[in-house]
């Protein structure tokens, strides 16, 4: 059974950074893509990152360009998304998928 794990969310100040991590257990291939979803308040959710295992392909949001930054951990079954230079808009619920499953989410706060 494929597993997803989210971690690491918090409470930051604007302009601050925060690391959240997700754990993939049970994928018998290494060839996956991760991403990153997230779903403010009131609003629907949307994509922020993905990254592909086997080739390392990236994609950015416009909204977080240069401010985020999506990457493999060294155990292969850990992804990270660190996010720099953040802004009260960014406060939101951050899951992670691969696609077709989801982790629980976990809960961003950027304070003003």
């Known amino acids: 059974e494929v597993q997803l794990q989210a971690s690491g969310g918090g409470l930051v100040q604007a302009g601050g950074s925060l690391r959240v991590s997700c754990t993939v257990s049970?994928?018998?291939?290494?060839?996956?893509?991760v991403g990153w979803f997230r779903q403010a308040p009131g609003k629907e959710r949307e994509a922020v990152s993905c990254?592909?295992?086997?080739?390392?392909?990236?994609f950015y949001a416009d909204s977080v360009k240069g401010r985020f930054t999506i990457s493999p951990g060294s155990a292969k079954d850990t992804v990270y998304l660190q996010m720099n230079s953040l802004k009260p808009e960014d406060t939101a619920v951050y899951y992670c998928?691969?696609?077709?499953?989801w982790g629980q989410g976990t809960l961003v706060t950027v304070s003003s």
């Open positions: 049970g994928f018998t291939s290494d060839t996956y893509t």
């Open positions: 990254i592909t295992q086997s080739n390392g392909r990236t």
């Open positions: 998928t691969t696609g077709r499953y």
